[in-house]
Structures are given as C-alpha cells and as structure tokens.
C-alpha cells in the first residue's frame, strides 16, 4: 500500500529557513519520481520541484530556484525540502506525490505559514 505522510510545516518567520520531510511506504524513493507542490486558494496547485527515481534528475520550478532544495535519503525512504529564505508568498500547504504506473498517490499535506 502507497503511502506518502508530510510532516516539517509550521509558522516561520520571512528570511528563515523550514525543512519538509515526505516519508514514503509501499514503494522505494530511489526507485520513483517524488514531487513536491503546494496549493493556494489563489493559485491552486503549482509544481515546487521534482526528484526521479534511479537517475536523481531534479527539476525546480524557475521562481523557486536558489532558494529550495530538494534531495532524498534512500535509506530512510524519505524525500525532503529545504526552504530558505522564505517568504509570505510561501504560504501554502505543501504535499508530495509519486506516480506508480497509472495511478498518482498524495500525501495529506503540511502547511507551511511564512508571516512575522
């Protein structure tokens, strides 16, 4: 069974600094895509970065580059995102999923608050 579980989100300051962990069961991140996104009621569902499976390619969204990080420990079967430098306009719930096949798996989501 596929399972993604988001943990890391809270309330941080602008110009600090957040890590989100994506834990992953039911299939192995060194294996598959894993992504991360994150959803407004302004802007829906945008794309924050990727990392694939057996290659390590990654990919960011061009607004994000420099100030997010994605990277992964196999070991732990984890995916994470580091983010710096924060600002408001990061204020989202951030979710990770995979694609397995034909079928697209989500985590539940953490929210992230960027506010002083």
């Known amino acids: 069974q596929v399972q993604l579980v988001e943990s890391g989100g809270g309330l941080v300051q602008p110009g600090g600094s957040l890590r989100l962990s994506c834990a992953a069961s039911?299939?192995?991140?060194?294996?598959?895509?894993v992504g991360w996104f994150r959803q407004t009621p302004e802007k829906g569902r945008e794309l924050v970065a990727t990392?694939?499976?057996?290659?390590?390619?990654?990919t960011y969204a061009d607004s994000l580059k420099g100030r997010f990080t994605i990277s992964r420990d196999n070991a732990k079967n984890t995916v994470y995102l580091q983010m710096n430098n924060v600002k408001p306009e990061d204020t989202a719930v951030y979710s990770c999923?995979?694609?397995?096949?034909?079928?697209?798996?989500w985590g539940q989501g953490t929210q992230v608050t960027v506010s002083s």
């Open positions: 999923n995979t694609v397995i096949g034909v079928s697209t798996y």
């Open positions: 990392i694939s499976g057996i290659s390590g390619q990654i």
């Open positions: 039911g299939f192995r991140v060194g294996y598959n895509v």
